[in-house]
């Protein structure tokens, strides 16, 4: 950083020669002068770096220390700017790029969006492209209130979004909404059926009435506890009275999974030969322009990698053009036979993801898993006995 600001305000290099040129260097120092970057080049010659107003103020005190002291080298801004002060062609063109730069620095030319997860960000771009926000956008006009209510208008995935402009660079922050879950009020009447079918284990009923019993088999959305509650007369099955309310329990039942899936014993993978290909182009405001120069075949079969590249100049000025650079690389197709017992364990480890979805926080009882070749291909069939909760609330219909 230091050499940096020095080239700024530029310095020259003196070579200082004499019997004692240290005195000379001590009567600078204490007059206030800088100098750095010191070599002894031998015990009468030393070469240091000092500032321009410096050195036209060490005559005397060479003079005073009966030493000598020879402009070496200039280097600095303000020397190039001499150097070039009648060069009106390279000034008009230096004015040009700046002006240029600047002009470009207000359009925005590259989009960013973070903060996504389920909506892609190329929907965002594209709904965005749609409204008129896209590449090659005049930086000051750009409306985040107009631009955030239309979006969210668009994409009912988002709660949130705004765009920040930085440059030619816009970053486009969005927060997509948390669906609520469906809360049922305390106050409304609601009964308890079977989320499926089951054998019953226990029923802990905190509020209704009880239909099932322990042992008994319920289906699919069968009634549970009721929150139609009857009062009957003491000793008969009289009733005297009811009332509707918010059915609370606990319903725990045995329950049996059958999954099955499938995987072939031969497959198709990929050879490598070893062959690859590159080919470039450049997209200028939304135009591509090949730049290979010979002519390209792709191959049969490969695989592409794609990366593009924004061009840019310094302070974070994005120019309107994207380097893409396309990489083929060449496979034969060749078949595999993967063993029996490797299959096993990927279709296990996938028969123990799709359990896992469907018990939820229940817990397994009993498991039996059933392996079987057919033709090219193993079967799998994962029979497992369970034990979860069972209930659900819905609302009381006739309530």
Not at 169 to 187: C, G, L, N, S
Request: aromatic share 8%.
């Amino acid at each position: 950083m230091l050499s940096i600001v020095n080239y700024f305000r530029g310095s020259v290099e003196v070579k200082i020669t004499g019997t004692f040129p240290e005195r000379f260097l001590n009567v600078c120092a204490s007059n206030g002068i800088e100098f750095w970057d010191l070599k002894r080049m031998d015990c009468t010659c030393h070469r240091a770096r000092m500032r321009p107003s410096g050195y036209r103020k060490v005559a005397p005190f060479a003079e005073k220390t009966l030493c000598q002291v020879e402009l070496v080298k200039k280097q600095g801004v303000p020397f190039l700017l001499w150097r070039i002060r009648k060069r009106y062609a390279l000034i008009l063109g230096f004015i040009c790029t700046v002006a240029a730069l600047y002009g470009l620095s207000l359009f925005v030319w590259e989009y960013e969006v973070v903060g996504n997860e389920l909506v892609s960000a190329d929907q965002i771009l594209r709904q965005l492209a749609e409204i008129g926000v896209k590449p090659g956008l005049y930086g000051p006009s750009i409306d985040i209130a107009t631009i955030k209510n239309e979006m969210l208008l668009r994409i009912g995935e988002l709660s949130w979004l705004t765009v920040n402009r930085n440059g030619s660079h816009a970053t486009v922050e969005v927060r997509e909404r948390i669906p609520k879950p469906e809360i049922i009020p305390a106050d409304v009447p609601c009964d308890i059926v079977a989320a499926k079918d089951g054998i019953i284990l226990r029923v802990d009923a905190k509020a209704g009435e009880t239909k099932v019993k322990a042992g008994e088999t319920v289906t699919k959305g069968q009634l549970i506890v009721s929150g139609a509650v009857s009062y009957t007369e003491m000793g008969s099955d009289l009733e005297i009275g009811s009332e509707f309310v918010h059915a609370q329990a606990d319903v725990y039942a045995r329950t049996w999974y059958d999954l099955q899936a499938i995987t072939p014993l031969r497959y198709t993978g990929k050879a490598y030969t070893g062959r690859e290909k590159t080919r470039r182009a450049l997209v200028v405001a939304g135009q591509r322009m090949n730049i290979s120069i010979l002519d390209f075949s792709i191959y049969e079969n490969c695989d592409k990698l794609v990366k593009t590249t924004s061009l840019k100049l310094p302070f974070n000025v994005t120019l309107p053009i994207t380097l893409v650079t396309e990489h083929y690389v060449e496979y034969e197709p060749v078949e595999y036979l993967l063993s029996v017992n490797a299959a096993a364990h990927m279709l296990k480890t996938a028969l123990g993801r799709q359990l896992g979805e469907r018990l939820g926080e229940g817990e397994v009882v009993d498991a039996n898993l059933r392996a079987e070749q057919q033709d090219h291909a193993l079967l799998a069939v994962l029979a497992v006995e369970c034990k979860e909760q069972i209930a659900v609330t819905v609302p009381l219909d006739n309530a």
